[in-house]
């Protein structure tokens, strides 16, 4: 008897989820806050076929996925991505500039007397 091409796996993937989790480090706990607080007002839309949820932990955040079809949850992390770029290089761009505090004070001058 030859093989069989048919699988029968069809029926079973169709209402089989794809989940991903993702944990993006950030340098500081307050960045991961920053980053957490803007990337959190999006909510996916009701037409979407994926759930995405996240989480502050510390200085990280946790983003899981869960989506119908690999090609939406792809669609999604794809998405989040160009958001988080974008909330990234705006923490960069704004950030306060730090000062080393061991020469606080430190002031030379090449005419002092």
Known sequence: MPPS??????????NKST????????E???SAEI???????DKEPRRNF????LRLVGDQIEVHFIADQV??????????FGAL???TDTIKEFAPITTDNDNAGAYTSA???
């Open 71 to 80: 090609k939406n949850l792809r669609t999604a992390i794809t998405s989040f």
């Open 28 to 30: 500081s706990a307050k």
């Open 5 to 14: 091409t048919d699988s029968g796996s069809e029926e079973h993937t169709e």
């Open 85 to 87: 770029l974008l909330c």
């Open 19 to 26: 989940e991903a989790t993702l944990k993006i480090p950030f």
């Open 111 to 113: 005419n002092s007397t």
């Open 50 to 53: 994926v759930q995405k949820e």
């Open 35 to 41: 980053a957490y607080r803007v990337l959190s007002v």
